[in-house]
């Protein structure tokens, strides 16, 4: 099974830039689907960004064009970068990894196996 470990959160002023790693050991993270997610207090897991085995990559829409995800397989992490961020970005960060073989990574948190500890992210105004 596959191991996560997040870094690179921290406190940033709206419209600053963050890049998140999301740390994979016991197997090549191209083997499964990985998925970004946040949580903000009181709030269920928000899918955030995914990226399959293939490489094909999906937004939310609250995101798209300000995030980026992408995945370094020589060094087996995980990445986004952020930047525009607004005050409603804050949230604790989590990747995730599932290597059931789906058609599509699913954007339900419900759905992944295999999660990292969060990095906390806080945008203020």
């Known amino acids: 099974q596959v191991q996560l470990v997040e870094s690179g959160g921290g406190s940033v002023q709206a419209g600053g830039s963050l890049r998140l790693s999301c740390a994979a050991s016991g197997n090549p993270l191209n083997n499964y689907c990985m998925g970004w997610f946040r949580k903000a207090p009181g709030k269920d897991h928000e899918w955030v960004a995914s990226i399959d085995r293939a490489g094909n990559i999906n937004y939310s829409n609250s995101v798209k064009g300000r995030f980026t995800i992408s995945r370094d397989n020589a060094e087996n992490t995980l990445y986004m970068q952020m930047y525009s961020l607004k005050p409603e970005d804050t949230a604790m960060y989590y990747c995730?990894?599932?290597?059931?073989?789906?058609?599509?990574?699913?954007?339900?948190?419900?759905?992944?196996?295999?999660w990292g500890q969060g990095t906390q992210v806080t945008v203020s105004s």
């Open positions: 995730a990894a599932d290597g059931r073989r789906w058609s599509a990574c699913q954007q339900d948190s419900a759905e992944y196996r295999t």
